[in-house]
T-cell receptor
Framework: GAGVSQSPRYKVAKRGQDVALRCDPISGHVSLFWYQQALGQGPEFLTYFQNEAQLDKSGLPSDRFFAERPEGSVSTLKIQRTQQEDSAVYLC?????????????FGPGTRLTVT | AQTVTQSQPEMSVQEAETVTLSCTYDTSESDYYLFWYKQPPSRQMILVIRQEAYKQQNATENRFSVNFQKAAKSFSLKISDSQLGDAAMYFCAYSPYSGNTPLVFGKGTRLSVIA
């Protein structure tokens, strides 16, 4: 596709359920980022991949959050035993790796509502 | 830790007029990148403009320009000839010069354009 895609666009989960959010980056983009955006706030970094390697997961709020990118393209963010405070928009972004190229291209996000 | 502050939660501008959105940041790095992203109600984050800290010349992109004051750690966005389509959330963001690294976002400014 021409841009970053994310699915589902909307997800409603009951408290305690597990959810999986998918990100399809732009073809050929080496770097992939996940951000969490609470209502009325700016996005906050969760984790970062370079190809299949997870280089930074310092932003993951708890061990209930897990991300993977096994083949260096599609990535999945998994949240186990969801809590109400997990309700947010989850944004994925990808970028080329290369000197001077620093633009991150964002997907439309997945809005997660935990009831 | 780097921080980004946007002190104007909301701004409004008359169509065809000029508006300036403020952003300040805090970092101990000497080289870094600064960005302005636009997020319309559809949620897709779009890069508006970027500035490399080592460049003294202010970046411009058509109707969008920045006033980068490195010593003051200030990075404001000026939108000239405002259009209805400019209405959106605007986020200021920072990234270290080390390359494909996570963005640090401000809390955003909601811009309304009045016809």
């Amino acid at each position: 596709g021409a841009g970053v895609s994310q699915s589902p666009r909307y997800k409603v989960a009951k408290r305690g359920q597990d959810v999986a959010l998918r990100c399809d980056p732009i073809s050929g983009h080496v770097s992939l980022f996940w951000y969490q955006q609470a209502l009325g706030q700016g996005p906050e970094f969760l984790t970062y991949f370079q190809n299949e390697a997870q280089l930074d997961k310092s932003g993951l709020p708890s061990d209930r959050f897990f991300a993977e990118r096994p083949e260096g393209s599609v990535s999945t963010l998994k949240i186990q035993r969801t809590q109400q405070e997990d309700s947010a928009v989850y944004l994925c972004a990808s970028s080329l790796r290369g000197l001077g190229n620093y633009e991150q291209y964002f997907g439309p996000g997945t809005r997660l509502t935990v009831t | 830790a780097q921080t980004v502050t946007q002190s104007q939660p909301e701004m409004s501008v008359q169509e065809a007029e000029t508006v300036t959105l403020s952003c300040t940041y805090d970092t101990s790095e000497s080289d870094y990148y600064l960005f302005w992203y636009k997020q319309p109600p559809s949620r897709q984050m779009i890069l508006v403009i970027r500035q490399e800290a080592y460049k003294q010349q202010n970046a411009t992109e058509n109707r969008f320009s920045v006033n980068f004051q490195k010593a003051a750690k200030s990075f404001s966005l000026k939108i000239s000839d405002s259009q209805l389509g400019d209405a959106a959330m605007y986020f200021c963001a920072y990234s270290p010069y080390s390359g494909n690294t996570p963005l640090v976002f401000g809390k955003g400014t909601r811009l309304s354009v009045i016809a």
